[in-house]
């Protein structure tokens, strides 16, 4: 009788919880949805159309714009603040203080109807399209001066990578490969390059539970980094604040790094229960001595953007207040050499290495598996979620 769900899942301690909750109840308050219940129930279906997962932060609005539509404002107690999905639930209902039911259910149309073309076009982006790539969910792709720039987009949750961003990136990675650009570019949007993976990537469990779950994210971090270990054109990292985690570790996969003066650099694995991706652990002790490498990547120090250009991950600092206007200076004299050049060259200077960086990335994608079942990881998450603990 008309249950639709879409599940929003977040790890508890020990173990990890599924529930799932309703966002589609086809008995609706007839008198209540009279002007555009057919809208609504159609915008009700097409969520059950959507091609790939929309996050859980879309689900979160959907449900909340659902139940404000269907049942007015959060009529209920504020649960535990260890009784995480309910909350998360409860918050994101009781943030719609008291839009109109009308205006909930306009708004839940329009969600799904931007969710819809989204989801739809961020598959369709062709590999080579020139100046602006729309249709990414996560990026800005743009493409000019012989420079095409990926830009992280998730400014308000410090440009973590989540699930669709892995994907998108991916998809960037292999266009760019094939456009007619001469050199890539990745850097983020507002204040943080990225806080790395989004920790709540961890808690969007399978019907296939916990073991399913750290399986898919090896084979898709395996996919994601390989990525990088293939590029063939010089690719060039921005930093242009703090870089946490995944987004640290590649850079030792980049061909050159330039950093703001305000970027640090941090990979807390071993505060997560976690353990080195990216081939760092390869690509680190190369790059800056075994012992300053497990500083970083065991004992998770934080170096600045100095101390980083010291140890050798960085290339280049700048201050801040001039950091964009001569790096793209430096970035558009690059794009202006020959592009064959420099291919072959970045080919000649990588390729005997491929091989080992595959392995190291096979290798390290097992070991993560493991470690993203173990109750250390679990805990660090949990922490993270309660707002118990930050970096
Ligand atoms: C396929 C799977 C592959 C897995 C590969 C594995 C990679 C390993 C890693 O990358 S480990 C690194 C993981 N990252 C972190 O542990 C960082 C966690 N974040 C923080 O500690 C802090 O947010 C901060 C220090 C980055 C910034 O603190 P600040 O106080 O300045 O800002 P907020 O905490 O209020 O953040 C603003 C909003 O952004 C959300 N957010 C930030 N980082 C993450 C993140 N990594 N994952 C999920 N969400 C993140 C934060 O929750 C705030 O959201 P809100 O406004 O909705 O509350």
Redesign the pocket.
């Known amino acids: 009788m008309g249950w639709e769900q879409i599940e929003i899942s977040l790890p508890n301690c020990s173990s990890l919880q599924v529930i799932s909750f309703p966002v589609v109840q086809l008995h609706l308050n007839r008198t209540a949805m009279r002007a555009s219940q057919k809208d609504f129930e159609n915008a009700m279906n097409q969520v059950k159309l959507l091609k790939k997962d929309p996050g859980n932060e879309a689900k979160l609005k959907l449900y909340a714009l659902y139940k404000q539509a269907t049942e007015g404002p959060c009529n209920m107690p504020k649960p535990g603040v260890f009784d995480l999905i309910n909350k998360a639930k409860w918050d994101a209902w009781n943030a719609l203080g008291s839009l109109p039911k009308e205006t909930a259910r306009q708004n839940y149309v329009d969600l799904v109807s931007s969710l819809s073309s989204s989801l739809e076009s961020s598959s369709q982006v062709e590999p080579g399209t020139d100046r602006k790539s729309t249709g990414y969910e996560t990026l800005m792709v743009t493409s000019e001066d012989g420079i095409t720039k990926i830009m992280l987009n998730r400014p308000?949750?410090?440009n973590?990578?989540?699930?669709e961003m892995?994907h998108e990136i991916m998809h960037a990675l292999k266009a760019a490969s094939k456009d007619d650009s001469a050199i890539t570019v990745l850097t983020g949007n507002g204040?943080?390059y990225s806080?790395?993976?989004?920790?709540?990537?961890f808690t969007d469990i399978p019907p296939g539970g916990v073991e399913e779950k750290a399986k898919?994210?090896?084979i898709?971090?395996r996919e994601?980094v390989g990525c990088f270990i293939d590029f063939p054109k010089p690719l060039i990292a921005m930093v242009n604040g703090?870089a946490?985690?995944?987004?640290?570790?590649l850079l030792g996969l980049f061909d050159a790094v330039y950093a703001s003066d305000r970027a640090t650099f941090?990979?807390?694995?071993s505060?997560?229960g976690?353990s080195p991706?990216?081939c760092s652990s390869y690509t680190f002790p190369k790059i800056m001595s075994p012992a300053k490498a497990i500083e970083m990547l065991v004992f998770g120090k934080k170096l600045t953007a100095g101390e980083a250009c010291a140890q050798g991950l960085v290339t280049e600092v700048f201050p801040d207040s001039t950091f964009q206007k001569e790096v793209w200076t430096r970035l558009k004299a690059f794009a202006k050499l020959p592009p064959n050049a420099m291919r072959i060259s970045k080919e000649i200077i990588r390729n005997r290495e491929k091989e080992k960086l595959h392995a190291v990335n096979a290798e390290e994608c097992s070991v993560?598996q493991g470690r993203?079942l173990s109750d250390e990881c679990m805990n660090?998450v949990v922490n993270?979620?309660s707002?118990k603990?930050?970096?």
């Not at 973590?160 to 699930?163: H, P, S, T």
């Not at 806080?195 to 990537?201: A, I, K, P, Q, V």
């Not at 941090?266 to 694995?269: A, D």
């Open positions: 308000t949750k410090k973590a990578l989540n699930v892995y204040d943080y806080s790395g993976n989004d920790l709540t990537n898919n994210g090896a898709l971090l994601f703090p946490v985690g995944i987004s640290v570790t941090h990979t807390p694995f505060h997560l976690q991706e990216g993560l993203w660090a993270f979620l707002r603990s930050k970096l």
